[in-house]
């Protein structure tokens, strides 16, 4: 079982069945994947980071309850399976990151359109992606159509979504940042300010 990827949250594996394993990860894990991201802590303290372990844990938990009481559709979110805690077996498909840096800016933009319309879909069912994070946390199928892949950071809480959308949580660097081509990150920027922005009054 050969280890793919791993992030706050989870560590990668890939089953070599179509599917991959997400298992949660444990405390010290978390300690050092956080690290790493956030050093030399100019901008995120070192003395946070037992919150930041704290609260992955807590949105994973939260993230479960919310699928288990929503009636989104399952291919919508990699057919998973959950396994023991808070681990499960999913779809392994094309993360958007990947498709960004082998395809031309015109067939993303048409993946950013389909990423939006997606995301409102989601809204509707009154939940989203915390952080709208298009190059980490979705993908594409064989069919060619968005899915949200990690299940880990989803939000139902009608304040706390509006409170994101006033922020434009997705244009903050750790989302757009991630998208290396400006001319698709501003599109992507734009197009999501158009369909999810709000005014700070608002």
């Known amino acids: 079982m050969k280890k793919i990827g791993e992030g706050w949250q989870y560590s990668v594996y890939d089953l070599e069945n179509g599917r991959v394993l997400k298992r949660f990860n444990s405390w010290p894990k978390r300690f050092w994947a956080i690290v790493k991201r956030i050093f030399p802590f100019n901008r995120y303290p070192i003395w946070k980071v037992p919150s930041y372990i704290r609260r992955t844990k807590e949105k ?115 989302i757009a940042g991630c998208i290396k081509n400006k001319e698709l990150r501003d599109y992507f920027v734009n197009q999501m300010d158009r369909s999810f922005g709000l005014n700070p009054e608002r």
């Open 60 to 174: 994973a938990i939260k993230s479960f309850e919310i699928l288990e009481s929503n009636n989104i559709q399952r291919e919508f979110i990699g057919n998973p399976k959950r396994l023991k805690g808070l681990d499960y077996e999913q779809d392994r498909l094309v993360p958007l990151h990947d498709f960004f840096a082998k395809s031309t800016l015109e067939e993303n933009k048409k993946i950013v359109d389909k990423f939006i319309i997606f995301n409102q879909n989601l809204l509707k069912l009154g939940i989203v992606d915390r952080y709208f994070n298009v190059s980490k946390n979705f993908c594409l199928n064989e069919k060619g159509e968005i899915v949200l892949t990690d299940i880990g950071e989803l939000m139902d809480n009608k304040e706390g979504i509006l409170e994101q959308r006033k922020k434009r949580i997705w244009a903050v660097d750790y």
